[in-house]
């Protein structure tokens, strides 16, 4: 009858559209053609109600995993209609000459639908040991195609281990080799789905148990008794070498290579070189000491405006402001000059920014009578596109790209007393534009404009906070004139004549 097939476990295959089920058969109706699972499995998901039943015209294909009976035989195999209006199964082997079974062919996956109602008697079946092997190895492949989640797999391996009938006997697997696998299969598979634990594993609390350092200090305590080293200790140097790093060593690197008689203030390179500062007055005899042997103010007026201009080049933007694509947008740099020195420095300098497309202009006050070098300087100036003037009312009223200031000077005080250089101080205030500063004061008070950056020349002098950032070019002075006047000297430049100086 249709009741002698429930409490087998069955596989439905519903098709690709409802999928796989696995269960237990509770109930099997023939009038309504319908056969239901308890405890079912949907593609090796649990599901959450406790019970499914399906119409003959949805399944597609039906396996009979296991049959619960009396003589404790299991029976699995493809489905074979027969006359107890349920389908019933056959072993898909039988045996060979030597007693093994043979391996099953493929189960055919044509429809197969549950017949109407028939009148017959059931029939007792009754397999050998050997086809239940044959039928418990078709049975794992067939679930290993199907237990494509770890929640099937496992809960397989329970029903396997826990639901067969308690007088079932269960034919033991010939060999040592077959018992120690299915006692792997049941230590990794056979624990339950449901007793798996919420709580996540503590990482950091079982990493806090390992004492690393103690290790270490245990395998090096062992290296030195043996003598021995072991491959991958943290003491262990790699013999590849980077592409700037030196392969002979070399002697050590000495970062204070330039003494002076008294520093108040001391510099740093971005290398690590300390630079320290001079006073004002050695720093006015080194210029003497460097003119008297050649190096002229004219050719210091000429380093001076290449590294100044240099410098300025670099922060108006270098390359991406200064190119052809953009000449539409030509920088804009007020020169403000006064006139000493440091004017001609400043007047230099905005003669080189010209020649590399920027737009100057200079503001000079007017004197009856100048110094040399500014007269020279504006003479090469005014060949140049650039504009100068000598009214702060001919300043633009709108912002420019950067203040170049050379009003203040390390003599003349009296120069801040004049109008034009008050009026030159509130333009440059008011223009909220960022300053240069070319050879400034030492004197804070000297200091009529704060500085976002400062260029020193040759040594730098003490400057305080108002300087802003500082710089320092190379205006060419030979190293045995530093040593004339008790400076031991070595250039801290490198591969350049303008580096920036960080204070210690």
């Not at 009148?119 to 239940?132: L, N, R």
């Not at 329970?158 to 060999?175: C, D, E, L, V, Y």
């Not at 009312?393 to 790209?401: E, G, I, W």
């Given at each position: 009858?249709?009741?002698?097939?429930?409490?087998?476990?069955v596989s439905i295959n519903c098709g690709d559209s409802l999928g796989v089920y696995q269960g237990r058969v509770s109930a099997v109706d023939q009038v309504s053609q319908t056969i239901s699972l308890t405890r079912p499995f949907h593609n090796g998901v649990k599901c959450l109600v406790p019970e499914v039943t399906f119409r003959a015209g949805d399944i597609t294909e039906l396996k009979i995993l296991e049959i619960p009976g009396p003589g404790g035989h299991g029976h699995c195999g493809d489905i074979q209609h027969n006359d107890l209006g349920v389908p019933s199964t056959a072993c898909p082997g039988g045996t060979s000459q030597n007693g093994t079974g043979k391996l099953p062919k493929k189960p055919s996956s044509a429809p197969q639908n549950i017949p109407k109602k028939t009148e017959a008697k059931s029939q007792d079946v009754a397999i050998s040991p050997q086809q239940y092997q044959c039928s418990k190895s078709y049975m794992d492949r067939h679930m290993e195609s199907l237990s494509q989640s770890k929640g099937f797999r496992r809960r397989h391996n329970s029903w396997s281990s826990?639901?067969?009938h308690p007088n079932q006997a269960t034919p033991k697997k010939s060999g040592v080799k077959n018992g120690q696998m299915k006692n792997k299969d049941d230590e990794c598979f056979g624990d339950d789905i449901e007793e798996i634990p919420d709580t996540d594993f503590d990482f950091e609390g079982n990493l806090?148990?390992?004492d690393k350092a103690a290790v270490f200090e245990e395998i090096e305590t062992y290296e030195r008794k043996s003598g021995t080293r072991s491959r991958g200790t943290p003491n262990e140097k790699s013999a590849r070498y980077r592409h700037d790093e030196n392969i002979l060593e070399s002697e050590p690197i000495v970062y204070r290579r330039i003494t002076v008689p008294q520093a108040s203030k001391e510099f740093c390179t971005d290398s690590g070189l300390v630079v320290p500062s001079v006073s004002y007055e050695l720093h006015k005899k080194l210029l003497s000491v460097a003119e008297r042997h050649g190096l002229t103010l004219e050719r210091r007026l000429e380093m001076t405006g290449i590294c100044a201009s240099q410098m300025a080049l670099s922060l108006l933007g270098g390359p991406n402001r200064l190119n052809p694509k953009n000449i539409h947008q030509r920088p804009t740099v007020a020169l403000l000059?006064?006139?000493?020195?440091?004017?001609?420095?400043?007047?230099s300098c905005g003669r080189h920014l010209s020649n590399h497309d920027v737009h100057v202009i200079l503001f000079l006050p007017n004197?009856?009578?100048?110094?040399?070098?500014?007269t020279n300087e504006l003479t090469l100036f005014s060949k140049t596109q650039s504009q100068q003037v000598s009214s702060v009312k001919d300043l633009p009223d709108t912002p420019v790209d950067l203040v170049i200031n050379c009003l203040d000077c390390h003599e003349n005080a009296f120069l801040r007393d004049q109008?034009?250089?008050k009026a030159a101080v509130d333009w440059a205030n008011q223009n909220r534009a960022p300053v240069l500063s070319i050879d400034p004061p030492v004197n804070e008070a000297e200091q009529g404009i704060d500085a976002k950056w400062s260029l020193a020349l040759g040594l730098p002098l003490p400057l305080g906070e108002r300087a802003g950032r500082v710089y320092l070019c190379d205006i060419g002075i030979p190293q045995k004139v530093f040593q004339e006047v008790g400076i031991n000297y070595h250039s801290p430049f490198g591969c350049k004549f303008v580096i920036p100086l960080h204070s210690t």
């Amino acid at each position: 009858m249709a009741t002698d097939w429930i409490g087998s476990i069955v596989s439905i295959n519903c098709g690709d559209s409802l999928g796989v089920y696995q269960g237990r058969v509770s109930a099997v109706d023939q009038v309504s053609q319908t056969i239901s699972l308890t405890r079912p499995f949907h593609n090796g998901v649990k599901c959450l109600v406790p019970e499914v039943t399906f119409r003959a015209g949805d399944i597609t294909e039906l396996k009979i995993l296991e049959i619960p009976g009396p003589g404790g035989h299991g029976h699995c195999g493809d489905i074979q209609h027969n006359d107890l209006g349920v389908p019933s199964t056959a072993c898909p082997g039988g045996t060979s000459q030597n007693g093994t079974g043979k391996l099953p062919k493929k189960p055919s996956s044509a429809p197969q639908n549950i017949p109407k109602k028939t009148e017959a008697k059931s029939q007792d079946v009754a397999i050998s040991p050997q086809q239940y092997q044959c039928s418990k190895s078709y049975m794992d492949r067939h679930m290993e195609s199907l237990s494509q989640s770890k929640g099937f797999r496992r809960r397989h391996n329970s029903w396997s281990s826990s639901s067969r009938h308690p007088n079932q006997a269960t034919p033991k697997k010939s060999g040592v080799k077959n018992g120690q696998m299915k006692n792997k299969d049941d230590e990794c598979f056979g624990d339950d789905i449901e007793e798996i634990p919420d709580t996540d594993f503590d990482f950091e609390g079982n990493l806090a148990l390992f004492d690393k350092a103690a290790v270490f200090e245990e395998i090096e305590t062992y290296e030195r008794k043996s003598g021995t080293r072991s491959r991958g200790t943290p003491n262990e140097k790699s013999a590849r070498y980077r592409h700037d790093e030196n392969i002979l060593e070399s002697e050590p690197i000495v970062y204070r290579r330039i003494t002076v008689p008294q520093a108040s203030k001391e510099f740093c390179t971005d290398s690590g070189l300390v630079v320290p500062s001079v006073s004002y007055e050695l720093h006015k005899k080194l210029l003497s000491v460097a003119e008297r042997h050649g190096l002229t103010l004219e050719r210091r007026l000429e380093m001076t405006g290449i590294c100044a201009s240099q410098m300025a080049l670099s922060l108006l933007g270098g390359p991406n402001r200064l190119n052809p694509k953009n000449i539409h947008q030509r920088p804009t740099v007020a020169l403000l000059c006064g006139p000493h020195v440091k004017g001609a420095q400043g007047i230099s300098c905005g003669r080189h920014l010209s020649n590399h497309d920027v737009h100057v202009i200079l503001f000079l006050p007017n004197f009856v009578k100048m110094l040399e070098s500014i007269t020279n300087e504006l003479t090469l100036f005014s060949k140049t596109q650039s504009q100068q003037v000598s009214s702060v009312k001919d300043l633009p009223d709108t912002p420019v790209d950067l203040v170049i200031n050379c009003l203040d000077c390390h003599e003349n005080a009296f120069l801040r007393d004049q109008p034009w250089y008050k009026a030159a101080v509130d333009w440059a205030n008011q223009n909220r534009a960022p300053v240069l500063s070319i050879d400034p004061p030492v004197n804070e008070a000297e200091q009529g404009i704060d500085a976002k950056w400062s260029l020193a020349l040759g040594l730098p002098l003490p400057l305080g906070e108002r300087a802003g950032r500082v710089y320092l070019c190379d205006i060419g002075i030979p190293q045995k004139v530093f040593q004339e006047v008790g400076i031991n000297y070595h250039s801290p430049f490198g591969c350049k004549f303008v580096i920036p100086l960080h204070s210690t």
